[in-house]
């Protein structure tokens, strides 16, 4: 059946004329490391190496040939150009038919004087007109990485597509994972579809390649037509099992292909790896993109004629322009940048290197030590794609991010100016109508401090593109925020727009240093020893800020650093990389894994070939993607025999994770195959040495701010500069295609290779003088800073666990804490955590008041002391003082300075039944060991033998003690990693400074939550769960407004008792729903922390449902119960409709241990101007969910049905959300429960609204007797059993009118 997306893309169709390259053989390499010329953009006197072994041409033929810059390598007499089209410039590297080479930078988007940035340039550097035919056979070759397809991406403007699923699966790509991006927002927006249409075929493959289902051509063919009749000419094919069992993929797209589909992707060939979502995103991205890609190619190819044009593809290989395909072209243009980065700082002696491209748009960091780093399984512009890609991590800091002020603190971000308007120096407005933005950019906070002179900058700007940099725009925007921030901050002494400028740039470093530790550092590398390579349009304004952020001294820049991306392009080599499906133990591969490698191999070297390389100068590479079994966290390894790939894969997993795991089986997922057609090496040209008597002397002396202060700064051409000339900072190095501002510390030398090598030759003092007074810049640098840390305790805790709940599934958080206890940043990984870590933390000092010493650790997961339910365990660390963690041996008792803590979803804990989520628990007893302050590590001892008596002491004793003695251990080091962190910034601002901006950032929040509660109005909301002959749940709150104090009072008095069922929430659950509430109605991007409260006094009646006392049992409290009380406050505040109101927590095991558990999204709630969400998780949860292919291979079912419940969502002016239907068939007895809500009570609609439709479990017998089941249940099933799920929809929102 052919089904057409609800929000349907424009129609639109553009005849597509394949043009086919005639061009034969290779072009022949002509790249080298030059010296820059006098000529501005022109570099002369280098004696280039010719470089590949390609077509008739042998590598050693091409060393011994080059000898002179004429010699044979300039044989054909023609241009060659390298070209990256970026966001907001295009660089162009010409290399001229006598053997020069010129470079050039335009603005990628420029509609009033150009059609094209490439073909411009291109005309520019070969002296033509915009006007005149580009003569193609002066051209030898165009090598280009371009963002035309990620552009089209990010906008949506992709071919019109259908996508062609299973029956049962039109919705698994919408579903996707089905977490929301955004934690905080109210109105979900998940990413647009880039699918106009499904069509659903009957033909289907189990997990063993057995038929389910035969394929229905017929009804397809009828299918394919209806959506080709109307305008549909992309095709994307993504079947259940393809990866292995392609057949009926094939026979479709041969069936699309006759139809007249012009673009046709088979999931099984873009993407031939286990997981549905990813390869069918994946295959979607292809057909969506690659037409529009084509249709760019074929302009380009049109204009230069029969030139040999190739294309840089994400995983850093070039591909003849006719084989280049959408799903490769995402990181097209990043890609290029690292290849180059890497070659040539292996060349000039760094082997260590951190990859640093600040553009205008946005910065791309990757880490290189001998081998290109890939990620298989990304997610760009919230699409997951399952394809080869360089592992490049991309940060909206730019010199086009937008400077913003909301009153309180200055922002950088993430918003960007692009090239246009572009920042407001640009002479085209600049950035007007972001929302707190005051008109700037990032470059214009360099313009005005002097780093970025005008009268040494092109003048390409204004109509004409004739004119300089507008300075004085920029000293007017300045002026009027500076105005602004003073007003805001009367209290303070006036600060300077220079002081402000500062603090804009301050703000975006940290931005940029944020984004290497996350490649770096969280992965467990140190970049203190590495060199900082930085290129890029803005890197060299900003390197030097950026290694000092990170403690790096080294900076290497490029000749080219200005256009290294462009320059990549033409040091990169010919590469294919194929991939297959292996999911087979180590230990178990026998004689046909190398089949499939030899299969693998040819279809690598084939496509190689087919561009013109001699098959004798290919190499192979072989990999294999490993893990450990039950573990889903793949590392790439070298292939070889199973005791190498083994010792590889541990020494990956040591450095990633910190440990090893003994004696566990080894998991081989996948294999791939890359080939390279190696462009041989780059011999560098050397400089003739410095003159005699040569004295390099400034052109200009300016004021430039620097080091918080105005400096004389001399000003340099780069092209004066001779090999061995040292220039101290602070400075400013002039460069025909960039700035290179060398900061105070640091000193500058020009190499024989003609490159720049920054070394720091003044050690950076660690401490700022920052004032105790708040001021808006160090503000958001401590919210930052603060987030900063409980982030990389997550990290930390994540690398360093054992168990699958905390490693893949993120069932955890991480925070710290004021010497009080009080929430200072609490890092948003899962919600039902946020603001009730706190209370833990306040029971620990409360028990431990005057007794605790550095070195101790504490351990709680009571639901009575801040806990949420038993499994969630959660690990306390007092922080003192740098010297008094020295000597742990010694110490003793004092008053912390700070607390860390980290909280983590055991997933065995003992109880009466494995996994610790009981759902018929009557007491606390049944869902496993109650820990209360217990003291875990004494004075850095930790105390194994004691913790281990805690675990099996007990009635239900924990069934798997050694993992959670591994995942405590995690815990204690994500501590611990906390603790260094802020150790590092006392260390930096002094101990005063930190703890006074803990109490400015909470009272930036707290002012944030008061100025939303000024919105608010009286309300009182009661909200009945579903109910048994057990107990009668339901919860019952009373806002009170005071505007003039502007605080709130929440009152659950009224809210039933404490249920003997597990239908209740701890406190700290209900002060978490209240805090998230508060939160998204604050509605900007704020910390959230314990000054979210102050504005709110929450009465917790005793023994309630909501503040249970012990024994009580309350499993479900953590999972139900929260959404319960977040539904009733929305309703209560009359600002949103309910959302599903459950988990629907999902079940599956036996004794022989197979045990599974999911939650599963539904409908969210609509509000006051938006639609409720299909299909996504809402409010306390944001698990994911398991892949169904994943699913099918690990356990004995069959997904039957995985899609949207159509019409579930509540009638209203605005509609709430649908819900989704399940079903599941399995093939062999296992018991299932279902701990759900909202089965029997809908969830309510507001102001007029309609109530979502309520949920439905049941089981349908393979006889076909059904079993239904209420809000929780368990039932025993047998091989041929469906189990069903349908998950409520959301409350519309407003009455209905009209149709």
């Known amino acids: 059946m052919w089904h057409r997306v609800a929000t349907p893309l424009v129609q639109r169709w553009v005849t597509v004329a394949r043009v086919t390259c005639t061009a034969t053989g290779m072009p022949r390499r002509l790249l080298a490391t030059h010296a820059l010329g006098p000529t501005a953009g022109t570099v002369t006197g280098a004696t280039p190496r010719s470089i590949g072994c390609v077509g008739s041409w042998h590598a050693a033929t091409a060393r011994n040939?080059?000898?002179?810059?004429?010699?044979?390598?300039?044989?054909?007499?023609?241009?060659?150009?390298?070209?990256?089209?970026?966001?907001?410039?295009?660089?162009?590297?010409?290399?001229?038919?006598?053997?020069?080479?010129?470079?050039?930078?335009?603005?990628?988007?420029?509609?009033?004087?150009?059609?094209?940035?490439?073909?411009?340039?291109?005309?520019?550097?070969?002296?033509?007109?915009?006007?005149?035919?580009?003569?193609?056979?002066?051209?030898?070759?165009?090598?280009?990485?371009?963002?035309?397809?990620?552009?089209?991406l990010l906008e949506r403007k992709g071919d019109r597509v259908l996508l062609v699923t299973n029956r049962g699966f039109k919705d698994v790509l919408r579903i996707g994972n089905q977490a929301r991006p955004d934690i905080f927002a109210l109105d979900i927006r998940l990413p647009e579809l880039l699918y106009e249409a499904v069509v659903e075929v009957d033909g289907?493959?189990?997990?063993?390649?057995?038929?389910?289902?035969?394929?229905?051509?017929?009804?397809?063919?009828?299918?394919?037509e209806t959506a080709y009749a109307a305008g549909i000419r992309s095709i994307a094919i993504t079947l259940m099992h393809a990866y292995r069992y392609s057949e009926f993929e094939k026979e479709l797209g041969t069936l699309a292909h006759a139809i007249g589909f012009e673009q046709v992707s088979l999931s099984h060939e873009t993407s031939p790896l286990m997981k549905i979502v990813a390869r069918g995103d994946t295959t979607t991205v292809d057909a969506y993109l690659s037409p529009i890609l084509r249709r760019y190619v074929d302009q380009?190819?049109?204009?230069?004629?029969?030139?040999?044009?190739?294309?840089?593809?994400?995983?850093?290989?070039?591909?003849?322009?006719?084989?280049?395909?959408?799903?490769?072209?995402?990181?097209?243009?990043?890609?290029?940048?690292?290849?180059?980065?890497?070659?040539?700082?292996?060349?000039?002696?760094?082997?260590?290197?951190?990859?640093?491209?600040?553009?205008?748009?946005?910065?791309?960091?990757?880490?290189?030590?001998?081998?290109?780093?890939?990620?298989?399984?990304?997610?760009?512009?919230?699409?997951?794609?399952?394809a080869p890609m360089m592992r490049i991590h991309t940060v909206a800091s730019g010199g086009g991010s937008v400077l913003q002020f909301d009153g309180s603190r200055l922002r950088v971000g993430p918003e960007s100016a692009g090239a246009n308007p572009g920042p407001a120096c640009y002479r085209r407005g600049g950035p007007i109508g972001v929302e707190h933005g005051v008109g700037l950019a990032v470059t214009d906070c360099n313009v005005l401090l002097g780093k970025i002179l005008p009268e040494f900058f092109p003048k390409v700007f204004g109509p004409g593109m004739d004119q300089g940099l507008d300075a004085k725009i920029v000293r007017e925007r300045f002026d009027e925020v500076t105005a602004q921030i003073n007003a805001s901050y009367s209290d303070l002494p006036d600060k300077s727009p220079l002081e402000i400028a500062d603090g804009f740039l301050r703000i975006a470093v940290d931005h940029m240093a944020l984004a290497v530790k996350e490649i770096t550092m969280r992965r467990g590398i140190a970049v203190d020893d590495a060199t900082l390579c930085s290129f890029g349009g803005a890197g060299g304004q900003h390197a030097c800020l950026v290694a000092d952020a990170l403690g790096m001294k080294t900076i290497f820049m490029h000749q080219f650093s200005g256009v290294l991306s462009a320059y990549g392009m033409g040091l990169a080599d010919i590469r294919s990389i194929r991939e297959a499906v292996v999911e087979q133990p180590l230990s178990g591969l026998d004689g046909s894994i190398a089949s499939t490698f030899a299969g693998l191999s040819e279809e690598a070297t084939s496509e190689v070939v087919s561009q013109g390389v001699d098959p004798e100068c290919i190499q192979l590479t072989l990999k294999a993607q490993m893990r450990y079994e039950g573990t889903d966290s793949a590392l790439l390894c070298d292939w070889g025999t199973p005791a190498e790939v083994e010792d590889d894969f541990d020494r990956r997993h040591r450095q990633q994770y910190g440990f090893v795991m003994e004696g566990k089986s080894l998991v081989c997922e996948s294999i791939a195959v890359e080939a390279v057609a190696s462009t041989g090496s780059v011999s560098p040209a050397t400089l003739p040495p410095a003159l005699p008597g040569h004295s390099l002397e400034p052109l200009a002396?300016?004021?430039?701010?620097?080091?918080?202060?105005?400096?004389?700064?001399?000003?340099?051409?780069?092209?004066?500069?001779?090999?061995?000339?040292?220039?101290?900072?602070?400075?400013i190095i002039n460069e025909p295609i960039g700035t290179v501002v060398v900061e105070p510390g640091w000193r500058c030398e020009l190499t024989a290779m003609g490159h720049l090598v920054l070394t720091r030759v003044?050690?950076?003092?660690?401490?700022?003088?920052?004032?105790?007074?708040?001021?808006?810049?160090?503000?958001?640098?401590?919210?930052?800073?603060?987030?900063?840390?409980?982030?990389?305790?997550?990290?930390?805790?994540?690398?360093?666990?054992?168990?699958?709940?905390?490693?893949?599934?993120?069932?955890?958080?991480?925070?710290?804490?004021?010497?009080n206890g009080n929430l200072i940043?609490?890092?948003?990984?899962?919600?039902?955590?946020?603001?009730?870590?706190?209370?833990?933390?306040?029971?620990?000092?409360?028990?431990?008041?005057?007794?605790?010493?550095?070195?101790?650790?504490?351990?709680?997961?009571?639901?009575?002391?801040?806990g949420t339910h038993i499994p969630d365990i959660?690990?306390?660390?007092?922080?003192?003082?740098?010297?008094?963690?020295?000597?742990?041996?010694?110490?003793?008792?004092?008053?912390?300075?700070?607390?860390?803590?980290?909280?983590?979803?055991?997933?065995?804990?003992?109880?009466?039944?494995?996994?610790?989520?009981p759902p018929f628990s009557r007491s606390i007893e049944d869902e496993g060991i109650l820990i209360d302050n217990f003291q875990l590590v004494d004075r850095g001892e930790f105390r194994e033998k004691e913790v281990r008596a805690l675990l099996v002491d007990h009635k239900y004793p924990s069934r798997n003690v050694e993992q959670n003695l591994s995942d405590l251990r995690a815990q204690i080091a994500a501590n611990s990693a906390g603790l260094v962190e802020i150790h590092k910034a006392v260390n930096t601002y002094g101990l005063g400074v930190v703890q006074e901006y803990m109490k400015h950032v909470q009272d930036n929040a707290e002012e944030a939550v008061r100025r939303v509660i000024t919105t608010l109005k009286d309300g009182e909301f009661t909200y009945d769960m579903d109910s048994d002959e057990d107990g009668t749940p339901f919860v019952k709150i009373k806002v009170s407004v005071d505007h003039q104090e502007r605080c709130a009072t929440i009152d659950f008095t009224g809210t039933a008792k404490q249920q003997p069922t597990n239908f209740n929430a701890p406190k700290a659950i209900a002060t978490a729903a209240v805090i998230y509430v508060f939160r998204t109605l604050v509605n900007d991007r704020i910390p959230l922390n314990a000054g979210c409260l102050k504005p709110l006094n929450i009465i917790f009646p005793e023994e309630t449902m909501i503040n249970p006392v012990y024994p009580a049992a309350v499993v479900a409290g953590n999972v139900e119960v929260s959404q319960t009380i977040t539904d009733c406050l929305f309703g209560a505040l009359g600002r949103l409709a309910a959302s599903q109101g459950t988990m629907n927590n999902f079940t599956f095991g036996n004794d022989a241990g197979v045990n599974y558990y999911e939650t599963i999204c539904g409908g969210a709630g609509a509000g006051p101007d938006h639609d409720g969400c299909d299909a996504v998780h809402t409010h306390m949860t944001n698990t994911r969910?398991?892949?169904?292919?994943?699913?099918?291979?690990?356990?004995?079912?069959?997904?039957?049905?995985?899609?949207?419940?159509?019409?579930?969502?509540?009638?209203?002016?605005?509609?709430?959300?649908?819900?989704?239907?399940?079903?599941?068939?399995?093939?062999?007895?296992?018991?299932?429960?279902?701990?759900?809500?909202?089965?029997?009570?809908?969830?309510?609609?507001?102001?007029?609204?309609?109530?979502?439709?309520?949920?439905?479990?049941?089981?349908?017998?393979?006889?076909?007797?059904?079993?239904?089941?209420?809000?929780?249940?368990?039932?025993?099933?047998?091989?041929?059993?469906?189990?069903?799920?349908?998950?409520?929809g959301g409350g519309g929102f407003g009455k209905k009118t009209g149709k």
């Open 1185 to 1288: 969910l398991t892949d169904p292919e994943i699913l099918e291979f690990r356990f004995p079912l069959t997904v039957e049905k995985f899609g949207i419940r159509v019409g579930s969502g509540g009638e209203g002016k605005f509609k709430g959300g649908n819900g989704i239907e399940r079903e599941i068939r399995f093939k062999a007895p296992l018991t299932v429960s279902m701990l759900a809500n909202h089965r029997s009570v809908p969830p309510f609609g507001l102001e007029g609204g309609g109530p979502g439709q309520v949920g439905e479990n049941y089981l349908v017998r393979a006889s076909g007797d059904v079993v239904t089941m209420g809000h929780r249940g368990t039932v025993e099933v047998e091989e041929g059993d469906t189990f069903v799920i349908k998950t409520p």
């Open 825 to 866: 940043a609490n890092a948003p990984h899962v919600p039902v955590h946020l603001g009730s870590m706190s209370e833990c933390v306040k029971a620990i000092i409360a028990g431990r008041d005057g007794t605790t010493c550095p070195g101790d650790v504490y351990v709680l997961n009571a639901p009575y002391n801040g």
């Open 65 to 152: 040939a080059m000898t002179t810059a004429t010699a044979v390598g300039y044989a054909h007499g023609k241009y060659e150009f390298c070209i990256d089209r970026g966001g907001t410039f295009t660089d162009i590297i010409c290399l001229k038919p006598d053997g020069t080479l010129s470079t050039t930078k335009v603005l990628s988007e420029n509609p009033e004087v150009y059609k094209d940035a490439a073909l411009h340039g291109v005309r520019s550097l070969m002296g033509l007109k915009d006007s005149d035919p580009i003569p193609g056979d002066k051209i030898h070759a165009v090598k280009m990485g371009t963002t035309v397809a990620t552009n089209a």
């Open 300 to 386: 380009v190819a049109a204009e230069l004629g029969d030139t040999r044009l190739m294309f840089m593809q994400s995983n850093g290989g070039l591909k003849a322009a006719e084989l280049f395909q959408g799903k490769d072209s995402i990181l097209s243009g990043p890609a290029g940048g690292i290849v180059a980065a890497a070659r040539t700082c292996e060349i000039a002696g760094f082997h260590k290197i951190v990859g640093f491209d600040m553009g205008g748009t946005s910065t791309d960091v990757a880490f290189y030590a001998g081998e290109y780093e890939r990620a298989f399984e990304t997610e760009v512009a919230g699409v997951r794609m399952r």
């Open 762 to 819: 003044v050690p950076k003092t660690h401490t700022r003088a920052v004032g105790t007074d708040v001021d808006p810049i160090t503000l958001e640098v401590f919210n930052n800073l603060f987030m900063a840390i409980a982030e990389q305790m997550g990290t930390t805790l994540q690398n360093v666990s054992y168990s699958v709940n905390i490693k893949e599934r993120l069932d955890f958080s991480c925070a710290l804490f004021d010497p």
């Open 701 to 731: 002396t300016v004021d430039a701010y620097m080091d918080s202060e105005l400096r004389r700064t001399p000003v340099y051409q780069r092209a004066d500069m001779q090999p061995g000339d040292k220039i101290n900072g602070p400075a």
């Open 874 to 917: 959660t690990v306390v660390t007092p922080v003192f003082s740098e010297d008094d963690h020295r000597d742990l041996t010694h110490s003793s008792p004092r008053t912390p300075l700070f607390w860390v803590a980290s909280r983590g979803h055991h997933s065995e804990i003992g109880g009466i039944t494995p996994g610790s989520m």
């Open 204 to 224: 289907r493959h189990a997990v063993d390649g057995t038929v389910l289902t035969p394929l229905d051509l017929d009804a397809a063919r009828t299918d394919f």
